[in-house]
């Protein structure tokens, strides 16, 4: 799981950071990459020539040191990274991760990081549980900040309790842990996601049914670029010709029935877009053999029924309800005015309203032009190809969801 992983390793001032040398040692028999920040307060306890030698890499102390910044910037220093790995993290880094600090090398690397933080927590009983700690515990929590540890025994201040770094087997298991979940990396990882893509087929008889014009090429695209920023995609299609997108849980399904319940199967999620052209009814009553065209007899009459409506299903509100849902809108007249009501009425966040009259190649084409209208308003989106249209609204919801903590 720690082959070829690139881990930037923040050394911060705590008695616990004379174990950092062994973690180095363990971290790197598994093929993993370490890079060492040292605090000015950690170089009481370690020295940057130890984990030099034991990371095989320079150590980083200090913001200004011109040469540094030439050669490798803070920002640089920690996006080249997998995760970052606070070890020991003292009360002092924890309160000023929580604030936003940036007051020296490790708290600017850490603040402009894009990559997922581990913390390894060592100080004292009485610190760990003050109501500050535990406060700033709760905020880098719902940051996703990863927390291992800490542990209870015999503190190096004579006290005992609480507040023991985890001990580096268990640091250990614990990045592999993260690797082993955050398989895919991105802004959208360990976020999990619904898609609903293409048409649905309502059977009339075992061998005929209803069916619509979609291609499923939209909602593919979409499942492909949720993919591709990390999420961890349940792609529910009704029959298309369209390729899998690598990677993603494909659950194939026919009719509206079966649409939803995989849908609802797949909860709890952080995003939902259901992109599919399901079919508003379905056959009441099929047929469950062929109907038979008997000479002279009248042709059969087909009585509908209405289909569950994903889209506004998942949009009740409710503690299962997706952070975002979004819907599309397919018409042919007032394409901005019915979304903007479709977006009311169904209780999504956004809709993706496109004009699939005849003649404008939306169905079934590569090209689309649509409108994204939300509670804020409507953007008008110029003609763009599917997937080009799929990359932009998979940028707009990570970043409307960059900062909230992942359902899991
Ligand atoms: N939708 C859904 N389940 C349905 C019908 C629609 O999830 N039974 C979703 C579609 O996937 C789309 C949105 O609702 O995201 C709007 O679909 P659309 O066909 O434009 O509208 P309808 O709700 O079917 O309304 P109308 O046909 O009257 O325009």
């Known amino acids: 799981m720690l082959e070829q992983r690139r881990i930037l390793l923040i050394v911060a001032g705590g008695i616990a950071a004379v174990k950092i040398p062994d973690l180095i040692r363990r971290l790197r028999e598994r093929g993993a990459a370490v890079r060492c920040i040292l605090t000015k307060s950690g170089a009481q306890f370690v020295t940057p020539l130890t984990l030099a ?188 010709t369209e390729p899998t997108p690598d990677g993603v849980k494909l659950v194939k399904v026919e009719t509206a029935e079966q649409m939803m319940k995989a849908a609802q199967a797949a909860l709890p999620v952080d995003i939902a877009v259901c992109a599919a052209a399901v079919a508003d009814w379905g056959v009441s009553n099929p047929a469950p053999g062929k109907i038979k065209k008997t000479a002279g007899a009248k042709p059969p009459t087909v009585k509908l029924a209405p289909n569950p409506d994903i889209l506004a299903t998942l949009s009740k509100p409710g503690s299962r309800r997706p952070r975002l849902v979004i819907g599309f809108a397919a018409e042919t007249s007032n394409v901005v005015k019915n979304a903007k009501t ?44 599917k997937q080009a249209i799929a990359d932009r609204l998979v940028e707009r919801i990570a970043t409307a969801l960059s900062g909230k903590a992942s359902r899991e």
């Open 342 to 385: 479709k977006r009311v009425s169904k209780q999504c966040d956004w809709i993706v309203a496109n004009d699939v009259s005849p003649g404008t190649g939306t169905f079934g084409g590569d090209h689309n032009t649509v409108h994204l209208v939300t509670a804020d308003g409507v953007e008008d989106w110029p003609t763009l190809r």
């Open 53 to 240: 030698a034991l990371s095989g890499d320079k150590v980083y102390t200090d913001l200004f040191d011109l040469k540094d910044e030439a050669e490798m910037g803070h920002i640089r220093l920690s996006r080249e990274a997998d995760i970052v790995l606070v070890a020991p993290a003292t009360a002092d880094l924890m309160a000023k991760m929580a604030h936003g600090l940036a007051d020296d090398l490790a708290t600017t690397a850490l603040l402009a990081t894009d990559k997922p933080v581990m913390i390894a927590p060592s100080m004292n009983v009485m610190m760990w549980t003050h109501p500050a700690t535990q406060a700033n515990l709760s905020t880098l929590q719902t940051r996703q900040i990863t927390v291992v540890g800490p542990g209870a025994g015999d503190l190096a201040c004579g006290e005992v309790g609480d507040g023991r770094m985890a001990e580096v087997p268990d640091i250990i298991a614990a990045l592999s842990r993260h690797f082993q979940k955050d398989v895919r990396r991105g802004p959208l990882a360990r976020r999990r996601a619904i898609v609903t893509s293409g048409p649905t087929h309502e059977p009339i008889d075992p061998v005929r049914y209803i069916a619509n014009r979609s291609s499923g090429k939209q909602g593919h695209a979409i499942a492909a670029a949720l993919i591709a920023q990390g999420a961890d995609v349940t792609l529910i299609s009704g029959p298309t």
